[in-house]
């Protein structure tokens, strides 16, 4: 039994022997190429190590090289530089000198000319002069005969415009308006404060009635006589004191009771013979050629409520 184990033995011994041989010497195989490319690899980063410090100190090299030789460019160019300022003062000096005389040359011969100049300009102004008296005789027989047409022309222009204002003064109001000269005020139904009124007035292209004349005064008294207190375009809100129309024309008192105005920023009228203030205003338009109403002049604002 014993002979037969260890026989079996021996050959399993053998065969598994065998085979760690072989994968044993693969490594070693392995081991030493791994060792030979190592090897390689370390030299040659060596020898590229070795070629860069090369280079590097070569560059160094040319650098210093380079440094030196721009120093010592760069001492001659001051050098030179200096040198040339020095040729250029010397040579601005010079100029100068040489210009001096020149200058001194050239006022000798000017003064010489001159005189002869002078004389030569006295003798053309005395013909010139003759020639302008000439002249000027002339041009005002010219400009008198214009005068004239201008004269002619104007007075032709002035009788055009008066048959415009006539056209103007002929012109219809719109429905609902009352007509004084070439004016049209209207009566609209409102109750609004100063400062409203006079937005309503621009926004119907109208301002604050303004009253320059006893003729618009007393159509005034008739169109709003039965309304009481009314705002009216007088204002010193961009002076205090200083009263003006909204028109910015200032205020004549002309067509005012004693007292009047007062010191407040707007400005009211009554027609004393009136009644309690109704909520009306009053409207002023001028027409123009077209027949359309260019602009609205002024407008009456009745006070929704008067307190002492």
């Given at each position: 039994?014993?002979?037969?184990?260890?026989?079996?033995?021996?050959?399993?011994?053998?065969?598994?022997?065998?085979?760690?041989?072989?994968?044993?010497?693969?490594?070693?195989?392995?081991?030493?190429?791994?060792?030979?490319?190592?090897?390689?690899?370390?030299?040659?980063?060596?020898?590229?190590?070795?070629?860069?410090?090369?280079?590097?100190?070569?560059?160094?090299?040319?650098?210093?090289?380079?440094?030196?030789?721009?120093?010592?460019?760069?001492?001659?160019?001051?050098?030179?530089?200096?040198?040339?300022?020095?040729?250029?003062?010397?040579?601005?000096?010079?100029?100068?000198?040489?210009?001096?005389?020149?200058?001194?040359?050239?006022?000798?011969?000017?003064?010489?000319?001159?005189?002869?100049?002078?004389?030569?300009?006295?003798?053309?102004?005395?013909?010139?002069?003759?020639?302008?008296?000439?002249?000027?005789?002339?041009?005002?027989?010219?400009?008198?005969?214009?005068?004239?047409?201008?004269?002619?022309?104007?007075?032709?222009?002035?009788?055009?415009?008066?048959?415009?204002?006539?056209?103007?003064?002929?012109?219809?109001?719109?429905?609902?308006?009352?007509?004084?000269?070439?004016?049209?005020?209207?009566?609209?139904?409102?109750?609004?404060?100063?400062?409203?009124?006079?937005?309503?007035?621009?926004?119907?292209?109208?301002?604050?009635?303004?009253?320059?004349?006893?003729?618009?005064?007393?159509?005034?008294?008739?169109?709003?006589?039965?309304?009481?207190?009314?705002?009216?375009?007088?204002?010193?809100?961009?002076?205090?004191?200083?009263?003006?129309?909204?028109?910015?024309?200032?205020?004549?008192?002309?067509?005012?009771?004693?007292?009047?105005?007062?010191?407040?920023?707007?400005?009211?009228?009554?027609?004393?013979?009136?009644?309690?203030?109704?909520?009306?205003?009053?409207?002023?338009?001028?027409?123009?050629?077209?027949?359309?109403?260019?602009?609205?002049?002024?407008?009456?604002?009745?006070?929704e409520q008067w307190r002492a």
């Open positions: 039994k014993h002979p037969k184990f260890f026989k079996v033995f021996c050959q399993w011994w053998k065969r598994y022997s065998g085979a760690a041989a072989v994968c044993l010497g693969l490594l070693c195989v392995l081991l030493l190429a791994g060792i030979i490319g190592l090897f390689l690899y370390q030299r040659n980063q060596l020898t590229s190590s070795n070629t860069l410090t090369e280079e590097r100190d070569q560059l160094q090299t040319s650098s210093n090289t380079l440094t030196k030789e721009k120093d010592q460019l760069q001492i001659s160019f001051n050098i030179l530089t200096k040198e040339r300022d020095q040729l250029q003062t010397n040579y601005n000096t010079l100029t100068k000198d040489g210009d001096e005389l020149q200058t001194s040359n050239n006022t000798l011969t000017k003064e010489r000319d001159q005189l002869q100049t002078s004389f030569n300009i006295l003798t053309k102004e005395r013909d010139q002069l003759q020639t302008n008296y000439n002249t000027l005789t002339k041009d005002g027989d010219q400009l008198q005969t214009s005068n004239n047409t201008l004269i002619k022309e104007r007075d032709q222009l002035q009788k055009e415009i008066e048959r415009l204002k006539q056209s103007l003064v002929e012109k219809v109001c719109p429905e609902g308006w009352k007509k004084l000269g070439s004016s049209c005020y209207y009566v609209s139904t409102e109750k609004k404060s100063w400062e409203e009124s006079r937005q309503d007035c621009r926004n119907r292209g109208a301002h604050l009635v303004v009253i320059k004349s006893q003729e618009q005064q007393t159509l005034v008294n008739w169109l709003c006589g039965v309304y009481g207190y009314v705002w009216i375009g007088l204002t010193d809100s961009v002076s205090e004191g200083t009263w003006k129309w909204v028109d910015d024309t200032p205020l004549t008192r002309k067509y005012w009771t004693s007292g009047q105005p007062d010191y407040m920023s707007c400005f009211f009228y009554r027609y004393w013979n009136s009644g309690q203030p109704d909520s009306m205003c009053c409207f002023f338009y001028r027409y123009w050629n077209s027949g359309q109403p260019d602009s609205v002049l002024f407008l009456l604002q009745v006070l």
